[in-house]
Structure formats: structure tokens, C-alpha cells
């Protein structure tokens, strides 16, 4: 199984690499994606890293709060999106 983990807060900069490569010592990262505006193509701050189950908690407690790219980040566990 796996989860979802928001990241927030996140760079202009950032890329799915960077982002999956900030968690990877924290557990197994299945994949990463920055979220971008559709007209711009630019970056809107935040994205969704797809981790192993068992691995969540702990980033979730790693990384929440903790500095990327001179920025806090916030993480936590994505809600469903509602249709």
C-alpha cells in the first residue's frame, strides 16, 4: 500500500527530483510531483510525494517543519480529493 503525503510551502524552484530526493532518506519514495498553474507552467508551491505505507508517519515527523530551499515546509497527509 501507499500514501500520499502533501508538501507545502515549497520554492518556485523545486522539482519532482529535488522533492523526491529530500524524502528518500527518510523511507521508500514510489513518486513525486510539483503542482503547477496550467496557463504559467509555473510552480504554485506545493506537491504530493507517494511514499510506502509504512514509511509515512515517520517522514510526516521528519520533514514537517523543517527547511527545504530556505523555506519551513509543511507536510502531512493528503486528504482525498473531493469531486
Known amino acids: ?12 524552484s523545486t522539482t ?4 523526491a530526493e529530500a524524502f528518500s532518506p527518510y523511507g521508500n519514495v514510489i513518486s513525486s510531483r510539483i503542482i503547477t498553474d496550467k496557463e504559467t507552467g509555473r510552480s504554485r508551491g506545493f506537491g504530493f510525494v507517494e511514499v510506502d505505507d509504512a514509511d509515512a508517519d515517520k517522514m510526516v515527523e521528519a520533514m514537517h517543519g523543517s527547511e ?14 473531493q469531486g
Do not use: H
Open 1 to 12: 500500500m501507499a500514501k500520499t503525503l502533501y508538501v507545502g510551502n515549497l520554492p518556485w
Open 16 to 19: 519532482d527530483t529535488a522533492l
Open 68 to 81: 527545504f530551499g530556505g523555506r519551513q515546509i509543511v507536510v502531512n497527509e493528503a486528504k482525498p480529493r
